[in-house]
């Protein structure tokens, strides 16, 4: 994978977890717990709070947001 691909794919996560419906949250949420994939896609979305390009870090914060962690 090309580091043009990892940005790309890393900046994707927040338009994933954006296109979440509100209303299936909670189950989402539920089910990134169970399968341990909740605290890497947080951890990751903060990440982005930090990166040089102002879409990308608005774009997690958004995310974050968006699953009640703002």
């Known amino acids: 994978m090309t580091p043009k691909d990892m940005l ?18 909670p189950v989402q949420i539920e089910a990134m717990r169970r399968d341990r994939s909740l605290s890497k896609t947080i ?7 930090f990166a040089s390009e ?4 608005d ?7 968006h699953l009640g962690f703002i």
């Open 54 to 57: 102002t879409r990308l870090r």
């Open 8 to 25: 790309a794919e890393r900046a994707s996560l927040p338009n994933r977890i954006l296109s979440i419906n509100s209303d299936e949250l």
């Open 43 to 49: 951890s990751e979305l903060n990440e982005m709070l």
């Open 59 to 65: 774009s997690a914060r958004k995310a974050l947001d």
